[in-house]
């Protein structure tokens, strides 16, 4: 039961409650948005959907929702929700930086500078206004690179443009004028400047981005899931530093891609990250991807360790991110940005089939029905890629002691033969069950 | 653990132990044209039957009217030299001419499969008299010529390396099977015959499939490209071809680029490859040598006032070769592994003068179209007999569904991954009977589904999508484990 409970309310039913993991008769669930997460709950066998005021075992939310919300309501220990409290320590572009450069200065000093490097995966940003001055220095420092200015809390690419010249800037803060109608922001909204990535790695003479699925179901301790499948978003235009006012060459993401005058909504300018590994092996060799995916995996746990001691680690919590990963031509991944409300809507029916396996695994996680053992190590198209610690390949369950060379759980872009592996998984707790 | 009785043991081919030494083995060599008697005239090294190669003369004809008159509607020369201005913008756009959206609504595909596959159709052979009504003792589909084309048991001995007891990329590198039993050997194997850079063995290696990592140079290995200096350089002439002089073919292509390529989901990314690999082909004259051993003819036009002066005839296109809608397929799965556009050119110029070019020629070679659908119809009236017989009652014929499969040899058919291991075959058979294999295991594949349709329509809509197929696993259960 969820909201507003009163005292000495004892629940539906007249003996003891049932405990957290035990399998409930239903579950009841809100859903604030109308797309394939609706879809996939509305089909889930046991799960019925609530009315406005009714009361609740599941909230798909949405994070407005949450912020005047939340701390006014009462959760049952079953009851879970798709957000963090303060998700914004990964999500805002502002928080994210002040967190990871806090969290390099803790690991400098803890481990050394070589281990400190490791968390060089984020381009150098500065918070606007308040660290104008800095990046006035900086942009001194490397005069004629390009950087890109980006609006903290805005998603789907508006709000951004690029520059090379100061005078841009000084010419921009004077006018106080922002592109985009800012029919929800009353107050001053921050700016972060970003040194934008020149060399990005191109295919077919095009940019791309991946975007790749991390559940984070706790952050005291850290247990996160990697997604096998993603996708990379290609850019419609060919790359090229001279259009620099050109917004659908730089930005990849779909929402500003479907407004380029070329786009062919049919074309989806997409690639299933498979199809992607498959290119870069076939390219580079096997050693090198392997290093790349690496370097990736690295990125996702840095970053939720950098914000594990600030996020409100409520157990009725478990967070689903979307991140946006741009590799360059030296094959170095950099971090772009994490969406906590990554995009649900399909743009094709491949991508709507991704999104329902996606979206179907996460809510396996969840676990509302109680059939998992909590020892798994994948979950249809998860795998745990970190718990508490770093999660090897090796056989067994996630108890077992790692011995000889360690090669980590992730498996983004490989074959995903989810259906297989949940029917395994299923099957024989299913059967105990009825004991 | 895979089921029991599955697992295959580690070994590449019968008695042999490694593809270095089955080389040596009885291995075709790859020679063209064919060796033959020493009299024989040239006409039948390109063709040794009087039948087929009237009717592929009668195809060109037809292919060239439907160019010319296409050429005198739209008031469009064949061929054009560019001022200079236009030669400076193309140049500058060398790069992406894919940005480049040029008016092409007048412009139809001179042909396409569907159209070719009428006249194949209509094929008879002169000497033999068929006057009873199709029934089941003789044949019911839709190629009515007597060639030979070979049976499960010839086809089992054919592609014994494709058996149940033998390794293969495609089946034993899936997740479950651990790498041990034969994945890790086999990429092993593959980089001695790299080091070792021995063509043949390369092309006994590649039936069990080509590991990714290696595939691009094994390829090259077999297709004898080194890409030295001179091919570069040729390359860049052609380019500069191109620039130069406008073709009216060039529309053509940038025309099926357009359609096809570009729409794919995959190959879209690849657009301006496809521009510059197939533009500079088109110019490309070493191409005429293949029509040497290729059934067909290259179009002869006049310089412009010279009409049957055989001092002013040029062949047109250049290389002889009329695209047709779904031609540029041919070069979309290429640029997956080669990205360099001199490379990656000559790769694909050789797979066409190789095989590519028997699919839309009429001729009784055993890897040309017509051999391929009297196989793949054969193969499925022997085997799947009720199938065969119901589809071709609701007006299904299935040579109707699977001929533009075969033509495209299966690209932006299959995903990508999967196209490639079907080619690794292609190339370490040196022919193309695996698509008419392919073709009928796909059909054996889907036969429940397709015993409940009741029109073309459905049959097709059962086809439509192979997208999701894994090409190696149906090949081997209908080569070895179907019972015959």
């Known amino acids: 039961m969820a909201k507003n409970k009163n005292a000495g309310h004892k629940g539906s039913y007249g003996y003891q409650k049932l405990k957290e993991r035990e399998p409930r008769a239903c579950i009841r669930f809100k859903c604030a948005l109308t797309n394939t997460i609706l879809d996939i709950l509305r089909q889930r066998p046991g799960w019925i959907e609530v009315k406005e005021e009714g009361e609740w075992d599941f909230y798909w939310c949405d994070v407005s929702w949450l912020r005047e919300n939340f701390d006014h309501t009462y959760m049952d220990e079953h009851v879970r929700i798709c957000h963090f409290r303060n998700h914004y320590e990964l999500t805002r572009k502002n928080y994210i930086v002040k967190n990871l450069k806090r969290f390099r200065k803790q690991i400098e000093r803890e481990a050394g500078k070589l281990e400190a490097r490791k968390c060089d995966f984020f381009p150098k940003t500065f918070e606007m206004p308040s660290e104008y001055h800095l990046f006035v220095e900086e942009f001194r420092k490397n005069p004629g690179i390009t950087w890109i200015m980006k609006p903290v809390a805005r998603s789907q690419g508006r709000g951004i443009f690029l520059f090379r010249k100061l005078k841009d800037v000084i010419d921009w803060r004077k006018d106080g004028v922002r592109t985009d109608d800012q029919k929800d922001e009353t107050q001053v909204e921050n700016y972060v400047a970003q040194c934008y990535i020149e060399n990005p790695y191109l295919i077919g003479g095009r940019k791309f981005d991946l975007r790749v699925y991390v559940l984070v179901m706790s952050y005291i301790p850290l247990k996160a899931w990697l997604y096998r499948d993603g996708f990379a978003r290609f850019s419609n235009t060919r790359f090229t530093l001279s259009s620099i006012d050109d917004h659908y060459v730089h930005l990849t993401n779909v929402a500003v891609q479907k407004t380029a005058p070329d786009y062919d909504p049919e074309k989806g300018c997409k690639w299933m990250i498979q199809r992607f590994r498959q290119y870069m092996t076939a390219k580079h060799g096997a050693e090198v991807v392997e290093t790349l995916f690496a370097e990736m995996d690295n990125i996702f746990i840095k970053s939720l360790q950098s914000v594990q001691k600030v996020i409100i680690s409520d157990k009725h919590c478990f967070e689903l991110y979307g991140y946006d990963i741009l590799i360059d031509q030296d094959l170095k ?55 508490d610690g770093p999660v090897s390949r090796a056989e067994g369950n996630v108890d077992t002691p790692v011995n000889g060379s360690f090669m980590a759980n992730t498996h983004l872009g490989y074959n995903n033969d989810r259906k297989k592996q949940l029917k395994q998984l299923f099957k024989p707790l299913h059967t105990q069950q009825k004991v | ?160 390396e494709l058996g149940l007891n033998t390794g293969q990329l495609g089946i034993d590198d899936s997740t479950q099977v651990p790498p041990e039993l034969f994945e890790n050997e086999h990429v092993r194997v593959g980089q001695t015959v790299l080091t070792e850079q021995d063509s043949a063995a390369a092309q006994q290696y590649v039936r069990q499939g080509c590991p990714t990592a290696l595939r691009a140079e094994l390829w090259a290995l077999i297709l004898n490209i080194s890409n030295q200096p001179e091919d570069i350089l040729y390359y860049e002439q052609l380019k500069s071809n191109v620039i130069q002089h406008d073709l009216l073919v060039d529309s053509l292509i940038y025309k099926d680029v357009k359609l096809t390529a570009s729409n794919d989901d995959y190959y879209f990314v690849f657009e301006d490859y496809l521009y510059q690999v197939l533009l ?205």
């Open chain 1, 333 to 387: 991944p950099w971090l772009l940005e994490v969406n906590a409300s990554p995009s649900l809507t399909a743009s094709s029916q491949e991508d709507y089939e991704l999104k329902c396996c996606l979206l179907k695994d996460t809510l396996h996680i969840v676990d509302m029905e109680g059939r998992l053992t909590g020892k798994e190590k994948r979950i249809g198209g998860f795998d745990l890629m970190w718990n």
């Open chain 2, 1 to 160: 653990m895979p089921a029991v009785g599955q697992i295959p043991t580690p070994q590449a081919t019968g008695n042999t132990n490694s593809p270095l030494e089955a080389s040596q083995a009885a291995l075709s060599l790859c020679r063209f044209p064919s060796p033959c008697h020493p009299a024989a005239p040239p006409e039948h090294m390109k063709e040794p039957l009087v039948y087929m190669r009237k009717a592929q003369g009668s195809w060109e004809k037809r292919i060239l009217k439907s160019l010319n008159s296409m050429c005198t509607e739209l008031s469009v020369p064949l061929a054009r030299k560019r001022p200079i201005g236009e030669q400076k913008e193309l140049l500058n756009k060398w790069n992406e001419m894919g940005t480049d959206e040029p008016d092409l609504s007048l412009f139809r595909p001179v042909y396409a499969p569907k159209d070719f596959l009428e006249v194949l159709m209509n094929l008879r052979n002169p000497n033999y008299e068929n006057g009873d009504q199709p029934s089941l003792k003789n044949h019911l589909g839709l190629i009515q010529v007597p060639l030979k084309v070979k049976d499960i048991p010839e086809l089992r001995d054919y592609f014994s």
């Open chain 2, 280 to 484: 500079c082909f088109s110019r490309d004259t070493s191409v005429l040598e293949h029509f040497s051993y290729n059934s067909a003819t290259p179009p002869k036009s006049y310089i412009r006032g010279k009409l049957g002066v055989e001092e002013y005839a040029v062949f047109y296109p250049p290389n002889g070769v009329i695209p047709f809608h779904g031609f540029s397929m041919y070069v979309a799965p290429l640029c997956f592994l080669y990205h360099e556009p001199s490379k990656l050119y000559q790769i694909f110029r050789e797979m066409y003068v190789r095989f590519f070019f028997r699919l839309h020629s009429i001729s009784s070679h055993p890897s040309g179209i017509v051999s391929l659908c009297l196989l793949f119809e054969t193969l499925l009236q022997t085997h799947l007999p009720q199938l065969f017989y119901h589809l071709r009652e609701i007006g299904a014929q299935p040579l109707r569904i699977s001929f533009k499969w075969m033509v495209r040899a299966f690209s932006g058919y299959l995903a990508t991954d999967q196209l490639l291991l079907l080619w690794d075959r292609i190339l370490g058979y040196n022919s193309l009977e695996i698509l008419a294999v392919l073709a009928a295991a796909v059909f054996a594949f889907r036969a429940v589904n397709l015993m409940e349709v009741t029109s073309l329509a459905a049959a097709e809509a059962v086809l439509a999508d192979l997208s999701t197929l894994k090409v190696m696993p149906l090949l081997q259960i209908f080569l070895f484990a179907t019972v015959t």
